[in-house]
Nanobody
Framework: QVQLVESGGGLVQAGGSLRLSCAAS????????MGWFRQAPGREREFVAT????????YYADSVKGRFTISRDVAKNTVYLQMNSLKPEDTAVYYC???????????????WGQGTQVTVSS
């Protein structure tokens, strides 16, 4: 089992920045690829970014490429999502997820956090 706890969400103006954190506990964090997803009201959960277990491979949704950066700190068992140049359409609940391999489909992830709200005002 892997337990994931997100933090760092909040209210920010358009153009601002936030850094989300996802703290992992349980099974060896370094064995898992990590992903960030988001879900806005009335919409399906969508892929945002993923990072391999080594941290050497990352992949982003086109909608966030160049604005968001995913990273991980194995010593702290934590994965981050740095979000810059935020837009109102980035408003959503953001979830981190863990699985053995990086993936862009939510159904491929076995472990999920509870989510953190990000609201971007115009």
């Amino acid at each position: 089992q892997v337990q994931l706890v997100e933090s760092g969400g909040g209210l920010v103006q358009a153009g601002g920045s936030l850094r989300l954190s996802c703290a992992a506990s349980g099974r060896t964090f370094s064995n898992f690829a990590m992903g960030w997803f988001r879900q806005a009201p009335g919409r399906e959960r969508e892929f945002v970014a993923t990072i391999s277990w080594s941290g050497r491979a990352t992949y982003y949704a086109d909608s966030v490429k160049g604005r968001f950066t995913i990273s991980r700190d194995v010593a702290k068992n934590t994965v981050y999502l740095q979000m810059n140049s935020l837009k109102p359409e980035d408003t959503a609940v953001y979830y981190c997820a863990a699985d053995l391999n990086p993936a862009t489909n939510s159904y491929e992830y076995d472990y999920w956090g509870q989510g953190t709200q990000v609201t971007v005002s115009s």
